[in-house]
């Protein structure tokens, strides 16, 4: 079940990675729509209520969506933009950044689901946008990347299955950015980090 626009009640939102480019443009669009919002990040962010915490502790993550309910209400759309970026080529990686980069891709994601979702399942009805990386064609040196955030796209295709049945829908995004940085004069480079790009494919499905 899409979330109601047209009812005059508060929406609720999460966002994790809310500090990031990506979370913070859709907190700011959110804010403007007459969204209620928290986030989470391990820096403060703009949203109505702000939680420093890390996606890879599940506790706190299930005690940051505990706050968000009370303090804002029940939550209507998940929003997970958390994450973890570093450029090495294959065997370069040191052991514990490989695992830190699924623990915040996969781990991150999962453990805001578990937070949130069964909430969700109770009332019947809510949405979830995960969000991976399109690396297409394939940049050089981001394969872990790829890999790390690929495991989202396998999560939320189960997962929404095993949610629908409760009206609650689940999709992943992989969004591109606009330009390749390496690739443009420095006078256009500030449209690379225009989280704004994004919005519009992370709300096109909430």
């Known amino acids: 079940m899409a979330i109601d626009k047209n009812s005059n009640a508060p929406r609720v939102a999460l966002v994790t990675g809310a500090a990031g480019t990506i979370g913070s443009a859709v907190i700011r669009w959110m804010l403007a729509d007459g969204w209620r919002v928290a986030g989470v990040d391990l820096k403060q962010s703009e949203a109505d209520l702000s939680l420093c915490i890390d996606v890879t502790e599940r506790a706190a993550v299930i005690e940051a969506a505990n706050q968000v309910t009370e303090n804002l209400g029940s939550i209507d759309l998940l929003v997970t933009a958390a994450a973890d970026f570093e450029k090495a080529p294959i065997g370069a990686m040191a052991p514990d950044r490989w695992q830190r980069m699924i623990d915040v891709w996969l781990g991150g994601t999962a453990n805001a689901c578990a937070a949130v979702v069964p909430a969700m399942v109770t009332k019947g009805c809510g949405s979830v946008v995960t969000l991976s990386v399109n690396f297409s064609p394939p940049e050089p040196g981001y394969t872990y990347v790829a890999a790390a955030s690929g495991t989202v796209v396998a999560f939320a295709k189960s997962f929404g299955c095993e949610v629908a049945p409760h009206n609650v829908r689940v999709n992943c995004l992989a969004p ?4 390749n940085p390496d690739r443009v004069a420095s006078t ?17 499905p909430a």
């Open 188 to 204: 256009v480079k500030f449209l690379v980090n225009d989280g704004d790009y994004y919005v519009s494919q992370v709300f096109f």
């Open 176 to 179: 591109r950015l606009p330009l």
